[in-house]
């Protein structure tokens, strides 16, 4: 495609309109409308310079511009004119073609590869597109300073199997993003095998010590000044529960992103990856017989690394934005906090906290795609329409979902949507229902 910047197209509209009287074109019988007719000033602003063969009748050829915009006039589409100019100018071979849209893949090469990556991933979200192209056109650098994180965790079975899925068998033989890690978020988490003392009741999903996180993060070759994108597989609906993760182990928040979309949806839009088994550690050498095919084996971590006396190379913190069942006892005996839980629709048939306002998790994702976030407009209905003013800083605001997943959707949109967020307003209770239903002495209120 050729670009013209505002001078030039300037200068082309002033060169037109001083042709008093177009030379008529050869007519070879007005073909059949295959779109919507443009007007003579429509042409002006846009002389079918978005197809190659404007660019090879005017630019190569010197057809005239003048020409063209009469014949838009008396209703020729741009396909239908397109057609005509590669006749009027004897066609062009697909090589001229083939060297055309190279040339202009080289031009955006260079454009992308002029914008830092740090200025490219400036937003939590990013898109499929935006991936593909960046690992395609700057794959070296792209891959030095960027890491993919595979966060695919199902909760159900597949409804075309009723089995469950295994995203770690299913990361091993790909497709997967380039260089990419899988995530097990409940590997890495405070399990009561490896922590007993930590989580006594065995709650599932619990956020990790510190060093635990930051021991996971060598192993996978890690470090704090890595933009961290977050992917999943479609079926997968989980990805802000790995971006949180992140957030709250202390990585620097402008360099944790949610990729919006599976990557099948990143395959499509001609994203390379990766196929086939991994046969060796992805991760640090030191770590290696931490690692089968790819996968980490956080049981042989935990015995190998844990209780060392090293202090791990990536810096994490207490993880933050998480509270416990107190501070919910509290919100619920009336001290002004709102309680959100982002359960589905059938939450009720378990019970829910008296005062909790029911925001759904599958309404912060769009209808069309499970994995991308919907948009701002529809969030910001969702806090509305439940009074929910989440701009107010000092309201305090306490997600709850079922088991401490779902629930980072609705801190990820509050995020979106623009609060300022501290560590004393916006908080996850980590064990959600999975604690509270089973507390007798917590006020619940039950079905029936």
């Not at 990013?126 to 056109?137: F, G, I, L, P």
């Not at 995203?167 to 095998?193: H, T, W």
């Not at 990820?412 to 996850?428: P, V, Y």
């Amino acid at each position: 495609m050729t670009v013209l910047t505002p001078s030039q197209r300037g200068r082309t509209r002033a060169r037109d309109k001083d042709i008093a009287s177009p030379r008529q074109p050869r007519r070879l019988g007005t073909p059949r409308s295959l779109g919507a007719e443009l007007t003579l000033n429509d042409a002006l602003e846009d002389p079918v310079t978005c197809t190659p063969a404007y660019f090879v009748a005017v630019h190569v050829r010197g057809f005239e511009k003048s020409s063209a915009c009469m014949m838009m006039q008396l209703g020729w589409t741009k396909a239908a004119l397109t057609l005509f100019l590669m006749r009027r100018c004897g066609g062009f071979s697909p090589r001229r073609t083939t060297r055309f849209n190279k040339e202009a893949r080289l031009a955006t090469k260079r454009k992308l590869s002029a914008v830092p990556l740090s200025e490219q991933l400036k937003d939590t979200l990013v898109s499929v597109k935006q991936c593909a192209d960046m690992v395609n056109e700057q794959r070296e650098e792209m891959l030095s300073s960027v890491v993919f994180i595979d966060g695919s965790w199902y909760h159900k079975p597949d409804p075309t199997t009723n089995k469950m899925r295994n995203p770690a068998e299913e990361f091993k033989v790909g497709p997967r993003m380039p260089q990419s890690k899988y995530l097990d978020i409940d590997a890495i988490a405070c399990s009561n095998d490896l922590f007993p003392e930590l989580n006594p009741k065995d709650l599932p999903h619990m956020m990790p010590p510190e060093r635990w996180f930051a021991l996971a993060m060598d192993a996978y070759g890690i470090s704090n000044e890595q933009h961290i994108i977050v992917y999943a597989r479609r079926g997968a609906l989980f990805a802000p529960r790995v971006w949180f993760l992140f957030l709250s182990m202390g990585h620097d928040p402008n360099k944790i992103h949610v990729m919006q979309g599976s990557i099948e949806d990143y395959i499509e839009q001609g994203g390379p990856v990766e196929e086939g088994w991994l046969p060796e550690a992805i991760g640090q050498t030191e770590y290696a017989k931490c690692f089968d095919s790819g996968i980490l084996n956080v049981t042989q971590l935990h015995i190998e690394h844990y209780h060392e006396s090293t202090t791990p190379q990536y810096i994490a913190r207490e993880a933050t934005h998480i509270c416990g069942k107190e501070a919910v006892r509290q919100a619920v005996e009336g001290d002004g906090t709102v309680i959100l839980d982002t359960r589905s629709s059938g939450y009720k048939k378990y019970g829910h906290m008296p005062g909790s306002l029911h925001l759904p998790y599958s309404k912060i994702a769009s209808e069309g795609n499970a994995l991308v976030v919907n948009s701002e407009s529809a969030l910001k209905e969702l806090f509305v329409t439940r009074n929910v003013d989440y701009l107010d800083a000092n309201q305090k605001i306490i997600l709850s979902c079922g088991s401490g997943v779902s629930v980072c959707h609705g801190f990820l949109a509050l995020k979106l949507l623009g609060r300022e967020i501290t560590e004393e307003n916006t908080f996850i209770y980590d064990a959600s229902w999975a604690e509270w239903g089973q507390e007798d002495d917590l006020p619940k209120i039950l079905p029936g």
